[in-house]
């Protein structure tokens, strides 16, 4: 029988290592998943509750989607974009009919790098203005804009630096300034936005880009009114709103069907990826009619817009309409976040349970104080994968356990969930 051992041995001379594995010594090689579950090389299954990074949203090889996937690999599997198909303007049309007010215009890739690339180019080109704002702590993806863009050192490789990204301060109430209320912390991010259109600009931009919750950084739940009092900022500096919903859109946050939605803003561009295929390489742009319109010239993504992704996509995303995910996400994550204030209460070593919806994180501290503990966050993550639970780690300071299960996941599963975590918990404390 292949071993993990084996696998790794071989994986060491043909890859690249800054791909590193989660689990140490111990990583998990997957061999078939199927639903909520994957299985290991050795057989050992798992309870997925990090769904590749928030990427398988519906369950693994979903038999409903899967079927489509399959019809449209059999009739039509390839055009580039120098080809309209019809399964392409469908998926746009829905996109279209689901996202708030006057988002219409499509633009198809791959990934939620080229997604927010897109996104940066069509803001400078309609308003004729290079520099673009986005928020400490944000991540953007893995191309030379998209790490400028994004603002965690740990994912700023290569010495990129565009000159005309800046990073404002986030809303990131747990590490403001001690004592400091929920509305002066967003008094806080007001002054820092103002002050970098005025020091660092000359006076206009091309965007501001912002994720409703942060991912990566350790999901970053910002203050309700934060959006409200920072877009106004925004506009009068003539730039247009990016809301990156890679990891917080389709439901996921719960009740409705993307993150901005529950700040009560309409963005100009709104990006996706990730769970909108259920593990097909999506990446999609939409954008305002006078946005898209203004990205003149000639462009295209060879596999952007594929049929059978398109395909896939648009089952994805019926299959949640169908069985109103957004509505369980919202049950569940309340079930979950509940139980984790629970936690919170009981283990010195948590300093913060936050969330919203099917995106709840738990932030590991040195016991009885503020300051981060990865390691503690390792041995955690570490603990419940040998317990059965595969769970998300991010943050800036590697302290933060993201927890995103499927957006269909039982309560069922839930309780098991919230079993292992306890027992992982009473472990390390």
């Not at 080109?125 to 603002?151: E, K, Q």
């Not at 203004?294 to 596999?303: D, R």
């Not at 995910?325 to 979950?336: D, E, I, L, S």
């Not at 590991?364 to 040998?386: M, N, Y």
Request: with cysteine.
């Amino acid at each position: 029988m292949t071993t993990t051992a084996a696998i790794m041995d071989r994986y060491s001379q043909v890859m690249f290592p800054a791909a590193t594995p989660y689990h140490g010594d111990s990583p998990l090689v997957a061999d078939r998943a199927k639903d909520q579950y994957i299985w290991d090389i050795e057989g050992r299954r798992y309870l997925d509750f990090f769904g590749g990074i928030l990427t398988v949203s519906v369950g693994h090889c979903n038999d409903e989607i899967t079927e489509r996937t399959l019809a449209q690999l059999q009739k039509l599997q390839h055009t580039s974009t120098i080809y309209v198909n019809e399964i392409m303007v469908r998926l746009a049309e829905k996109v279209a009919e689901l996202t708030p007010g006057r988002l219409q215009k499509c633009f198809f890739t791959n990934s939620g790098t080229e997604a927010n690339e897109t996104a940066v180019l069509a803001a400078r080109m309609y308003t004729g203005n290079p520099v673009v704002i986005t928020l400490r702590h944000a991540y953007s993806g893995r191309s030379m804009l998209a790490m400028s863009l994004s603002a965690q050192r740990p994912w700023r490789l290569g010495g990129v630096n565009d000159p005309y990204v800046r990073h404002a301060r986030n809303p990131y109430t747990f590490r403001a300034p001690a004592g400091m209320s929920l509305e002066q912390v967003v008094d806080l991010c007001v002054q820092d936005l103002e002050e970098i259109i005025a020091t660092s600009t000359e006076g206009r931009i091309a965007a501001f880009m912002a994720e409703p919750i942060q991912g990566a950084g350790g999901f970053i739940v910002p203050p309700e009114d934060y959006f409200r009092r920072i877009l106004p900022i925004v506009r009068e500096a003539g730039g247009v709103f990016i809301s990156d919903e890679v990891q917080t859109g389709w439901g996921r946050t719960g009740g409705k069907w993307f993150g901005i939605e529950q700040w009560g803003v309409e963005p100009d561009i709104m990006t996706f990826a990730k769970g909108m295929g259920n593990g097909s390489p999506i990446g999609c742009t939409i954008a305002i009619p006078e946005i898209a319109d203004a990205v003149a010239g000639l462009t295209f993504s060879t596999f952007g817009g594929n049929p059978v992704t398109m395909a896939t996509t648009l089952a994805t995303i019926e299959y949640m309409e169908a069985h109103d995910t957004p509505t369980n996400c919202a049950v569940q994550g309340q079930r979950m976040a509940n139980k984790l204030a629970e936690f919170a209460a009981e283990f010195p070593i948590i300093g913060e349970t936050r969330g919203m919806g099917l995106m709840q994180a738990i932030e590991f501290v040195q016991p009885g104080g503020s300051e981060p503990d990865a390691g503690r966050t390792i041995a955690f993550v570490d603990a419940c994968k040998e317990k059965g639970l595969l769970l998300g780690k991010g943050g800036l300071y590697g302290n933060v356990v993201r927890i995103a299960p499927h957006l269909n996941v039982s309560g069922e599963d839930m309780d098991i969930a919230m079993d292992i975590v306890a027992s992982a918990l009473a472990e390390l404390s």
